[in-house]
């Protein structure tokens, strides 16, 4: 089997829960290059992606966690790297497999970052099947 070329990029300002993250998708994608480049927070997610779809890999993971307070700060980071992350991966035709999660609790960010909900492996895993649907699975 032909391997992927995958490239996650990972919002650190929660340094355990993103390393949760990049671990979950790395052991997903173990049988294919992975390229990991981390950012201090989500907000500086989309560049990095678009620097990162300059390389034209199979597909690109948005990895992050933002909290959700009591303000509208968390929602506009959240809109605004997901409308940025949309709008590359129509214009490039490369998959950007979006997993900036916002929780409410340590409950949810345990579970999501951590546990049996971790959005890095649903993103690799994702990442996977969109990967195998365009054939390069068989070569390209």
């Known amino acids: 089997m032909k391997k992927g070329r995958f490239v996650v ?18 052991k997903a994608l173990r049988r294919h290059r992975v390229e990991v480049v981390r950012v201090p927070g989500t907000f500086e997610v ?5 620097r990162a779809l300059k ?5 690109v993971l948005a990895l992050g966690l933002v909290w959700q307070g ?11 790297a997901t409308e940025a992350l949309m ?5 490039t035709e490369i ?3 979006h997993h900036l999660v916002g929780v409410k609790t340590e409950r949810q960010a345990r579970e999501r970052c951590l546990g049996k909900l971790n959005r890095g492996k649903e993103a690799a895993e994702a990442a996977l099947r969109v990967w195998k649907l ?5 070569g390209r």
């Open 70 to 80: 009591e303000t509208a700060h968390a929602d506009l980071i959240l809109k605004s």
């Open 9 to 26: 990029v990972v919002a650190e300002y929660h340094q355990k829960y993103a390393d949760g993250m990049v671990q979950a998708a790395r």
């Open 95 to 97: 998959p950007v497999l």
């Open 46 to 50: 989309p560049l990095a992606v678009k």
């Open 87 to 91: 709008r590359m991966m129509l214009e």
């Open 55 to 59: 390389k034209k890999p199979d597909a």
């Open 134 to 138: 365009k054939g390069a699975g068989r």
